[in-house]
């Protein structure tokens, strides 16, 4: 099951998802895609970015595309999290300490394949779960999304079982934390999560802080992986 191969064409998607909107990265929100179908303007496309960029769409949905696009060009990817949550994880730990960390973070960009793909599949399933947050996925946008993540995983049918099973899966904040078993993919899986959903929206500020309470991140390195995410809409 190659989780790997899928999450970073979806973190990759950024410019076409803004592309499919008619959004430039400095176009105000009001701009031209404004009142489109999110599901019609979001499906369409050729094979490789674009569909990743339909599947990020819907999961996103339409109010949160372009704030993900901006954030998605400065992101860059799978390596990029693991790069955030080095920087944000060994800060937090060297603070701890007082000096420099006696161990290397292990994030997603310094794991060799198999590890790498236990970390993916716990952000993935994150980055499901953060979509639902704000209860905006219906039935027919489930199976949507479902469509699209089918047409990027290829013949991948476990892939495909697995992600059909995350997409009807109940929100649950406590699944999510335990996919995540080692600091490290605590610290990766809140970051997606983070750059998932709308902090200002009263359901997905919960959800995020029950999140961090299962996943028993400290309240400084909370603040550091939201800060992470704050720069990026800031670049």
Known sequence: M???????????????????????????????????SPLGSLLGGAAGGALAAGALGL???????????????????????????????????AQQA????????????RLPAPQAELHSQAILKALVAAAKADGH????????????????????????????????RPLDPAAVAAAATTP?????????????????HFMERAYLDELARQLQLAPELKSALEAQVQQLGQA
């Open 137 to 168: 996925v219906d039935a027919r946008e489930r199976a949507l999304i479902e469509e699209e993540m089918t047409k990027l995983s290829g013949n991948d049918l476990q892939l495909q079982r697995w992600l059909e099973q995350e997409l009807n």
């Open 2 to 36: 190659n989780t790997r191969g899928l999450l970073d064409q979806l973190l990759k998607s950024g410019q076409q998802l803004l592309q499919q909107n008619g959004l430039g990265n400095n176009q105000p929100a009001g701009g031209a895609g404004q009142g489109a």
């Open 59 to 93: 999961l996103l949905g339409n109010k949160k595309a372009r704030k993900f696009g901006g954030k998605a060009l400065t992101y860059g990817g799978l390596a990029a999290l693991g790069v955030m949550a080095y920087k944000a994880y060994g800060n937090w730990q």
């Open 98 to 109: 007082g000096s420099a960390p006696a161990r290397e973070p292990q994030t997603v960009d």
């Open 184 to 200: 490290e993919m605590a610290a990766e899986v809140y970051l997606a999560s983070v750059l998932m959903v709308d902090e200002e």
